[in-house]
């Protein structure tokens, strides 16, 4: 007796569909899965016949073999169990033949028979189209982002088993309505003076610029960029579901099960590990803090604290936008196009050079620059000085402008960039063919940095691009000198970190 | 094989031997010639060889007494009686020498006291003496590299081993264009215990010593008390007194060291120590640079000053708004009376 149940395993953050073959046949009782399953698909064989047993349903005495196709990739994670009984009961004639055609099914099973959650339901049902899915209930919400109608959660073998006999009707799915795009992020209001700061985090996020804060402690740097996602625009549906199936596969989803709408904010600590930070793991792949802040920000503190190894392996996903991970078990790619902001004391003591009061030696400093590469700091293309806010204004000035009225500048900027050209804040070098339309008065200016040798050929397009976004922020057509001054004075704090 | 030696290869080869010490050596050497004192010494160790050394890396020796040795330190008791130098060993004597000294951590208003002190100096043919160590060592002597009098540097280690490395460009510049001396021979790794005895020797080839930046305690203090010890005038440059780096210089300024605000300071306290200065050099021509016209800008350079503020203090000062408060700079920048240090903006 045969049966053959479609089902998906999780490959980074895409699904891939997996046939799972049950054989029933003479001989000494037994239980074997072949198809190479990692040690928690291995172990469904007794979570599966106990949940069997627990739900009503006889376990055959008899040899019981499941192959779960194709047979060279390796498979990982328990949301097989579900298919694995089902092929068992069919296999077994306990549900009738064919009443599997047209469904995939993933879910894992309590040895009481429930179904129970499953990372990555989203990339799951992308695979398993166009076939009908039959997931755990509490999963039901996040594959219906994707798959609508298509989707029946159910809570418990035996009330699947009864579906599949045709004594039932489907369980209702709860419908999900997606609730509209609230901010819950911490307001730019609470930032009191920081003019300055302010308005690199302006630019930063109306052109996509990553951005480097250099500061003593207490300058509000960590404050500042825990409210560069509030001055981002809401996330347009296809990047939302970019964003919500990266969550998805690291099962981290926030348990309302909508999209996610708001850009992502991660803030991994200086301790993390090359893996937690660009994804992998040795046989389940898993996104790392780079793919999670996708079409959000990625907020590197203490980036001076960072080891160089993590640093510079984020140079490459900087550049090209998604990162692959390879590892012996295959490649994986996941996306990986987020803002990078990062903050660094000016020194170990973090004093800084000015006021006399650092203890830092020379040698002290040269080595905590050393670690920032020429080339990691070419990625960022506002390099900004921050200082500690005036006492008086701290504790009398006025509240600062609000999120709301510097992301509606952000918002306006992104549409005269994007009206302009097709790919806004693109990094990297270019050719000169999507460089901005340049006022005389602007290229002059660059030019005579160019001369003096205060630019190199890299920082003019930089800078030229920064200049651009300085521009599209005042409504100005053209990019004139003093665009390109204040694009110069973004990035001053280059010479303070410089290796 | 020692019939073909010279002198100076069993000065440098007493020098070497580990168990003598500075005064030790001073007693070998007070009556005898240095290839004497080895024959009634019995020390092991091969002469040859570590002359080869020091004439391989073209390092010169002289002994108390011998040929070479510098005038100034003839009458000093505790001078060295073996030193070693690259470049040539008696071009000490030939200028007056000042010698500026310094904290190894300085903050920029240190830096930029040393390397101006030490190009105006070398500029009116004042010899600048220094230790060659990071911070204001090294910024004295770059500026008193760039023209001028000969750059004279003292330093712990031997002279193989420029230290620390980061200088290495500086010495070679140094040795190249005056001298740089040592008490170590070659081989000798720069060790803790030799700054001070580095110091003293720093304070004899000196006719006067300013201290540009220290801490309270700093290792200049040792050049400070050598100096003092031997009459030899020493000035400090005053500080902010909220500054850790000028907590030394102005103790010193407290207990009565002459207050160095300008080279003209050290130029008086020169001739006031009866050392003759050679004439000043003509002024250039031309005179001042005609005034810029900074139209509006004008209030944007009276908000700022020569120490570096940050902009958000500008724009609270001026009330302008950033990007306004960068086009200003920018203009000033271009007209050469302000300039930006890592995102801070001062005056020129």
């Not at chain 1, 009908?132 to 009330?159: F, I, K, N, Q, T």
């Not at chain 1, 960072?306 to 998604?322: D, K, S, T, Y």
Request: charged share 20%; with cysteine; aromatic share 4%.
């Amino acid at each position: 007796m045969l049966a053959s149940i479609s089902a998906a395993t999780l490959a980074g953050a895409v699904g891939r569909p997996v046939s799972v073959e049950v054989h029933v046949s003479n001989g000494l009782p037994g239980f074997t899965i072949v198809g190479l399953p990692d040690a928690a698909v291995r172990e469904s064989r007794d979570r599966v016949r106990a949940a069997l047993l627990s739900s009503g349903l006889p376990w055959p005495l008899r040899r019981v073999t499941v192959n779960l196709a194709p047979s060279g990739v390796r498979k990982a994670g328990a949301g097989l169990d579900l298919a694995i009984a089902v092929g068992v009961l069919v296999a077994t004639a306990q549900l009738p033949p064919g009443c599997t055609e047209g469904l995939t099914f993933c879910g894992e099973l309590g040895l009481n028979g429930s179904l129970r959650h499953v990372p990555g339901m989203i990339a799951l049902a992308d695979a398993t189209a166009p076939l009908g899915l039959v997931v755990p209930l509490c999963d039901a919400r996040e594959a219906a982002l994707v798959r609508g109608a298509a989707v029946h959660g159910v809570s418990s073998l035996g009330e699947l088993a009864q579906v599949l006999r045709g004594q039932g009707a489907w369980p209702a799915t709860p419908i999900v309505e997606n609730p509209p795009a609230l901010s819950h992020d911490p307001d730019l209001a609470d930032v009191r003076g920081q003019p300055f700061g302010r308005h690199a985090l302006e630019v930063a996020a109306a052109g996509r610029h990553h951005l480097l804060m250099v500061g003593p402690p207490g300058s509000g740097k960590t404050m500042l960029a825990e409210r560069l996602p509030g001055l981002l625009p809401a996330l347009t549906p296809e990047e939302s579901l970019v964003v919500t199936r990266v969550h998805s596969a690291a099962g981290c989803l926030p348990s309302d099960g909508a999209l996610i709408s708001r850009p992502p904010f991660r803030v991994p600590h200086h301790s993390s590990s090359i893996v937690a930070l660009v994804g992998g793991g040795s046989w389940s792949f898993r996104p790392g803090e780079i793919s999670l802040a996708t079409h959000g920000v990625l907020f590197l503190d203490e980036l001076g604290e960072f080891p160089v190894g993590v640093l510079e392996a984020l140079r490459q996903p900087l550049e090209e936008g998604v990162i692959r991970v390879s590892r012996a078990g295959g490649t994986v790619t996941f996306p990986a196009r987020f803002l990078l902001v990062a903050a660094m004391n000016p020194c170990p003591c973090g004093e800084g050079v000015f006021e006399g009061a650092c203890t830092c030696t020379v040698a002290d400093r040269a080595r905590y620059t050393r670690r920032l590469s020429a080339p990691l700091l070419d990625r960022f293309d506002l390099v900004v000085p921050l200082s500690r806010p005036d006492p008086d204004q701290l504790l009398d000035g006025p509240p600062g402008e609000t999120s709301a009225l510097a992301g509606a500048r952000v918002a306006a900027a992104r549409c005269r960039a994007s009206a302009r050209t097709s790919t806004p804040g693109r990094s990297g070098a270019g050719t000169g063919a999507d460089d901005p339309p340049m006022h005389p008065d602007g290229s002059r200016l660059l030019a005579s940095k160019l001369r003096d040798g205060q630019l190199t050929a890299r920082g003019l397009h930089k800078v030229a691009r920064v200049a651009r976004t300085v521009a599209d922020l005042v409504g100005s057509e053209q990019v004139h000198e003093e665009h390109v001054s204040d694009a110069l004075c973004l990035r001053t704090a280059r010479t303070r970190v410089a290796p | 094989m020692s019939g073909n030696l010279p002198e100076e290869a069993f000065a440098a080869a007493l020098a070497s031997v580990p168990q003598v010490g500075p005064s030790a050596l001073r007693a070998l050497l007070a009556r005898d010639t240095p290839s004497a004192a080895w024959a009634r010494s019995s020390f092991a160790g091969d002469v040859a060889r570590i002359w080869q050394r020091h004439e391989e890396k073209g390092i010169e020796v002289c002994w108390r007494g011998g040929p070479g040795y510098p005038d100034r330190l003839g009458g000093d008791p505790e001078a060295p009686a073996v030193l070693f130098c690259r470049g040539d060993p008696s071009v000490v004597d030939r200028h007056p020498t000042v010698a500026l000294v310094g904290t190894r951590s300085p903050t920029r208003y240190g830096i930029g006291v040393a390397a101006q002190f030490g190009a105006d100096l070398a500029a009116v043919g004042v010899s600048v003496v220094s230790g060659l160590a990071l911070g204001i060592d090294g910024a004295a002597h770059e500026g008193a590299t760039a023209s001028g009098a000969p750059p004279i540097a003292v330093v712990a280690g031997g002279l193989d081993d420029p230290y620390p490395r980061r200088h290495e460009r500086l010495w070679a510049r140094v040795a190249e264009q005056g001298a740089v001396y040592s008490e170590s021979p070659a081989g000798v790794r720069t060790e803790r215990w030799r700054f001070p005895v580095r110091n003293r020797l720093l304070a004899m080839l000196s006719d006067l010593v300013v201290v540009v930046e220290s801490r309270h305690g700093g290792g200049s203090m040792h050049t400070v008390e050598a100096a003092a010890a031997r009459g030899i005038p020493v000035g400090a440059v005053p500080g902010s007194i909220r500054s850790p780096t000028s907590e030394g210089t102005n103790a010193l300024l407290a207990e009565g060291c002459f207050p160095v605000c300008a080279v003209a300071d050290i130029l008086t306290a020169l001739s006031l120590a009866g050392v003759v200065l050679p004439p000043p050099p003509k002024p250039a021509a031309g005179g001042a640079p005609d005034p810029v016209d900074l139209g509006a800008d004008r209030s944007l350079l009276e908000a700022l000053s020569s120490d570096p503020v940050s902009l958000d203090t500008l724009a609270r000062r001026t009330g302008m708004a950033i990007p306004a408060l960068c086009g200003g700079l920018e203009r000033l920048a271009r007209a050469g009376v302000a300039r930006d240090v890592g995102g801070w903006w001062e005056r020129t």
